[in-house]
Nanobody, 116 residues
């Protein structure tokens, strides 16, 4: 069982920055693929970024967001710069343990609101 707890969401003006954090349990954290997803009101959940050794990004956030991880602390981060109102969503951290190609565990989410 892996527990994921997100933090760092909030309200920010367009053009501003936020850093999301995700604390994970598990003794083999370094083996997980860690991802960030988001879900805006009335929309489906969408992929934002993922990392195992290097980051992979959705086109909509490429060049503005940076995913990173600290395996010694079981942490994954999402640095979000140049935020836009369309980035407003609940952001979820997820862990893929490599068993079947899908994400196995999800956090409860943290709200990010970008005002224009």
């Amino acid at each position: 069982q892996v527990q994921l707890v997100e933090s760092g969401g909030g309200l920010v003006q367009a053009g501003g920055s936020l850093r999301l954090s995700c604390a994970a349990s598990g003794r083999t954290f370094s083996r997980y693929i860690m991802g960030w997803f988001r879900q805006a009101p009335g929309k489906e959940r969408e992929f934002v970024a993922a990392i195992r050794w290097s980051g992979d990004y959705a086109d909509s956030v490429k060049g503005r967001f940076t995913i990173s991880r600290d395996n010694a602390k079981n942490m994954v981060y999402l640095q979000m710069n140049s935020l836009k109102p369309e980035d407003t969503a609940v952001y979820y951290c997820a862990a893929d343990l490599g068993r079947d190609g899908s994400y196995d565990y999800w956090g409860q989410g943290t709200q990010v609101t970008v005002s224009s």
